[in-house]
């Protein structure tokens, strides 16, 4: 199994262009997860998912979209990138996010993302 | 008032020591706790589960304090490939969301 792969590991966007990161994961989780990690503030959740085709904000949604067609993909587009947006995002996904159902989360590798 | 909090160190320790962090959280009816390792420029990984009971895993030990509402990660015999941060995971009751921690530094020194 691959587990969580992330696409591109690495970007340069101009202001006020767009972009998808791609997160793909091949363990049949049903919980998919965006964050972004920026130094002295930790992990972030930006949006999540429970399922195909459902979707829910996170603590930081602004400026972010998510959709989910498939229980395997969940990308995340940046509608009009800001130099705020320069951060490291981190795709992760779980079995499960009941919230006594004792499953961790899988991250991919990660998406360095830097907006000028 | 935060979900989870943590002292972000750094924690240096020389090699072999016995090193302990405190990750506190604010809903003292959560049920789901984890520790996760994260190594500079990488993503994080599950370290542990943290159980009611306590569990052990090697030279690693973590442990859930209901009453005081902290979990704690106990790290024996310190080798310098522990040398991460550190990363406290709570999962609120009735909640979809997991809440991290905004980590420990540990350098174990030679």
């Known amino acids: 199994n691959a587990g969580v792969t992330q696409t591109p590991k690495f970007q340069v966007l101009k202001t006020g262009q767009s972009m998808t990161l791609q997160c793909a994961q091949d363990?049949?989780?049903?919980?998919m997860s965006w964050y972004r990690q920026d130094p002295g503030m930790g992990l972030r959740l930006i949006h999540y998912?429970?399922?195909?085709?459902?979707?829910d904000q996170g603590e930081v949604p602004n400026g972010y979209n998510v959709s989910r067609s498939t229980t395997e993909d969940f990308p995340l587009r940046l509608l009009s990138a800001a130099p705020s947006q320069t951060s490291v995002y981190f795709c992760?996904?779980?079995?499960?996010?009941?919230?006594?159902?004792?499953?961790?989360?899988?991250f991919g590798s990660g998406t360095r993302l830097t907006v000028v | 008032r935060k979900e989870v909090e943590q002292d972000p160190g750094p924690f240096n320790v020389p090699e072999g020591a016995t090193v302990a962090f405190n990750c506190t959280y604010s809903?003292?009816?959560?049920?789901?706790f984890f520790w996760y390792r994260q190594d500079c420029r990488k993503e994080p990984k599950l370290l542990m589960s943290?159980?009611?009971s306590g569990n052990e895993d090697g030279r690693f030990t973590a442990q859930l304090n209901r009453a005081s509402q902290y979990i704690s990660l106990l790290i024996r015999d310190s080798k310098l490939s522990d040398s991460a941060t550190y990363l406290c995971?709570?999962?609120?009751?009735?909640?979809?969301?997991?809440?991290f921690g905004t980590g420990t530094s540990l350098t174990v020194i030679p």
């Open positions: 943290v159980y009611s």
């Open positions: 995971v709570v999962n609120p009751p009735w909640s979809n969301q997991f809440y």
């Open positions: 363990m049949n989780h049903e919980y």
């Open positions: 809903n003292s009816a959560s049920q789901s």
């Open positions: 998912s429970v399922g195909a085709g459902i979707t």
């Open positions: 992760a996904s779980s079995y499960s996010s009941r919230w006594d159902s004792g499953y961790g989360y899988t």
